[in-house]
């Protein structure tokens, strides 16, 4: 029985023929995909259950379940004996009061969350006008930037106004108060297309508030644009064509959060909400030079939006500072209780943190692989040494101990499940992408899995999960490099840790941005963030904006 078990996802994929054309000569083919192989006597005694198997699958085929119906299996990032703050402390905002409108009306585009807090607190620019000048903008670039799917006008003009009656009332809410921003396009909003990036999909419309459209509502955040994603949450290649790079728009801007990270970037919202399941959070605001915090998985509830893998999305603001981001997270972390991954956890975030009273560290395995010392990546360790900080020296893991892809079958089998019927009723042929490492493929091929090995993997996952978290006991921000061989990325994801990413130079070879990622605790994004306010205090990355976008 137990290796009937490993059959079951392969013989899955016969499901078009009946039960009675199954034939025991399938079985050892079957077989060999999964590196099994069985004796005839074993053949002739699996035969009668695996048709059996093959009969349950297309009784449950027949029951239809959306992309939103979970499973009944939940992950935590947590390991026993785990111990965190559960005391939310007061956050104060230093929202500057001498901030003035500028004369050249362009600069606005690149003002922070709370330069902008300041002029609307003060009455020196409505929410009203604010929105208006940032949708002026969305119309004038995002054609050229290829990263809007919709402008949710109507709404951010009710709710601007809005906005600038409770104000005048003076009740008013914080810093996101009658700030524009846009969300990436697999978060339903009611009266709003949510298309998923997708060609089957960009008609479709969900009758549902996402958890983090709610919060920032509630926040008195004004939705103005809804981004392009690409397709299904992969690259940045949507229905409408390759979301652009601002500081190269002859290149892509990477994805799959294409258009929030795009749009932040050249100034055509002040902020954006993101998704990361592998990188999609990071990968775009790396190569445009944002900065874009993953949270830790579960940090905020993802009730409302797109599922691709529910062990490992996750939500996240997309900003040009640390600061900005902070304020972002700040309204939009906690759960609704539709999400049973998600938490409230406190985030006690402190502007003005002294950076040397952190144990900070840096991955001194992944930096042994960059022999060009010149590179942006070690200059980031200068910065900190100038701040007085003592770097610590640590190994963390790598490619030698992340050695075999984790991350390529959890995520495969989430995503094949995700999207059954795409698969099973061809809808996958609708879409634009069809190339060996799109999802379409990627799909078809998840089906000839083995659930055994999909649960083994994750038995490898915790073990992994377990020696990072020996590594980031002892230590409160690990600086790594963004892009290595060692496969952070990937296992930061698996084990749920938060990073942000943020811009450092540019390479010599492309003009382009370049970064480092700051890894923390679980739920200490906190810390992390404002080690990274640190750092942007004393470099001007942050602040360096593509020239085409300042007009």
């Known amino acids: 029985m137990r290796k009937t078990l490993l059959l079951i996802c392969i013989l899955y994929s016969l499901q078009s023929f ?9 079985i050892p083919a079957a077989a060999r995909l999964l590196d099994l192989k069985f004796t005839q006597k074993e053949i002739d005694t699996m035969y009668e259950g695996v048709k059996e198997n093959l009969q349950g699958y297309q009784m449950m085929h027949k029951q239809p379940l959306a992309n939103n119906v979970p499973m009944s299996l939940w992950q935590s990032p947590v390991l026993p004996g785990m111990v965190f703050n559960e005391k939310q402390e007061a956050v104060k905002w230093n929202i500057p009061s001498n901030v003035q409108m500028p004369l050249n009306k362009n600069d606005l585009a690149f003002y922070s969350i709370l330069q902008l807090a300041s002029l609307i607190k003060n009455k020196k620019i409505s929410s009203v006008d604010l929105t208006r000048f940032f949708i002026d903008r969305l119309k004038k670039y995002g054609d050229t930037l290829q990263c809007v799917i919709s402008l949710t006008e109507d709404i951010a003009m009710q709710q601007a106004k809005q906005a600038d009656d409770e104000i005048a009332k003076g009740k008013y809410l914080g810093p996101l108060h009658g700030i524009p921003y846009g969300l990436k396009d697999l978060f339903a909003v009611k009266g709003t297309k949510t298309t998923w990036g997708a060609a089957p999909y960009k008609n479709q419309v969900i009758d549902e508030d996402a958890f983090v459209y709610s919060q920032l509502k ?10 392009t994603l690409g397709a299904l949450a992969m690259g940045d290649y949507w229905f409408g064509g390759r979301t652009k790079n601002p500081w190269n728009t002859r290149t892509g801007s990477s994805g799959s959060s294409a258009g929030s990270t795009s749009a932040t970037v050249a100034g055509l919202v002040p902020f954006a909400i993101g998704t990361e399941t592998w990188g999609s959070i990071v990968s775009p605001s790396s190569t445009c030079g944002a900065t874009g915090l993953r949270p830790t998985f579960g940090s905020i509830s993802r009730s409302g939006a797109m599922t691709l893998s529910w062990s490992l999305d996750k939500v996240g603001p997309i900003c040009r500072s640390a600061e900005d981001a902070a304020v972002v997270f700040n309204y939009i972390h906690g759960t609704d209780g539709y999400d049973m991954s998600a938490v409230n956890k406190p985030f006690n975030y402190k502007p003005n943190a002294d950076i040397k009273k952190m144990k900070v560290a840096y991955a001194r395995n992944y930096y042994n692989n960059i022999k060009d010392t010149s590179r942006s990546e070690w200059k980031v360790l200068e910065a900190y040494k100038s701040l007085g900080v003592q770097l610590i020296p640590v190994d963390f893991p790598d490619s030698g101990v992340y050695n075999f892809n984790i991350m390529d079958i959890v995520i495969s089998a989430e995503c094949a499940a995700a999207f059954d019927e795409f698969t099973r009723n061809n809808i996958d042929d609708e879409m634009t992408q069809q190339g060996k490492g799109d999802w379409p493929n990627t799909f078809r091929v998840s089906r000839l899995m083995s659930a055994v090995e999909y ?61 480092i990622t700051l890894i923390g605790k679980l739920y200490d994004e906190a810390t992390i963030l404002a080690a990274a306010k640190a750092y942007q205090d004393i470099t001007q990355w942050d602040e360096m904006h593509p020239p085409k976008f300042k007009d």
Do not use: W
């Open 18 to 26: 009946s039960q009675d054309t199954l034939s025991k000569n399938d």
């Open 218 to 227: 509630n926040a008195g955040a004004v939705l103005i644009a809804k981004f």
């Open 455 to 515: 649960i083994n993997a994750n038995r490898h996952r915790f073990l992994l999960m377990q020696k990072v978290n020996e590594v980031m006991k002892d230590i409160d921000v690990l600086i790594c490099p963004t892009r290595s061989s060692g496969n952070q990325g990937a296992i930061t994801n698996l084990t749920g840790h938060p990073v942000v990413c943020m811009p450092t130079g540019f390479d010599k070879r492309f003009n382009l941005p370049t970064s």
